[in-house]
């Protein structure tokens, strides 16, 4: 038997290889003990049974191994939302909560139409929904699992985000027009490097990875979406922190204007965006 305390410190050296092992091991305890992260402060002196210490060993030795928090426990909060996480889906990164406060920044106050193309958890359309009641938002999955995990963190939620299944724009209506358009697409270049470490390793390559050094898929969403947008609406996308230039020609390539890239929370090129405006 150990104590809380004796038992992170434990989890601590098992998990020297973690970019935040003591972060790793209380997260994962908290969650096992169904408690927030200062009970661990609190209680660090409180004695576990074996059984709980069993189940913890078992969750750090899959961390050892390098599977993600995420996964591990099934969930990850992205814009104070808890969301349900699996191998079918990215995992929820901090920088992309830039997408949300850069689309926050432009959307109309008024009822407004906003679409995410390639939802995987619905992090984007949900964390969109959460803050703007009065818009209608729709998102789109390719992958079946991923599609149904979104729905399941739609009802999680409590939001209305409708999500439908298919390949980008194909599963809308033709006539249909958005006044806000976001997608975290694929931009990987499928020999990167860093395709083989972290917590990449663990998740889908088909969400990761795209043709043309990292570009098709960002090149068919900004051309097609042109089409998508009201007039004076806008299109934002994430990319590759050396892509910033890349995307802003093919935005510009495509006609729209205002075209500015912004900076993640490392100070890297990270959304680019773009406004429709008929000539």
Known sequence: MKTIAQLLQWAVTQLADSES???????????????????LFTWDDKVLDDDVISRFSALISRRQAG?????????????SLELEVSPDTLIPRPDTEV??????????????????LGTGTGAIALALASELPQATVTAIEYNQGAAALARRNVKRC?????????SWFEPLDSEQRFDVIVSNPPYIEEHDPHLAMGDVRFEPLTALVSDDDGLADLKHIINQGYQFLTTDGWLLVE???????????LFNASDYHQVITHKDYGNNDRITVGQRKEA
């Open 21 to 39: 092992p003591k972060l790793d091991a209380e997260v994962i305890l908290c969650s096992l003990l169904e408690k927030d992260r200062s009970y």
């Open 67 to 79: 599977e993600p928090v995420a996964h591990i426990l099934g969930f990850r909060e992205f814009w």
């Open 99 to 116: 997408l949300v406060e850069q689309a926050l920044a432009i959307m109309p106050t008024s009822a407004c139409q906003v679409l995410d």
């Open 158 to 166: 409590g939001l209305d985000v409708t999500v439908l299944q298919g």
């Open 239 to 249: 990319h590759g922190f050396d892509q910033g230039a890349a995307v802003r020609a």
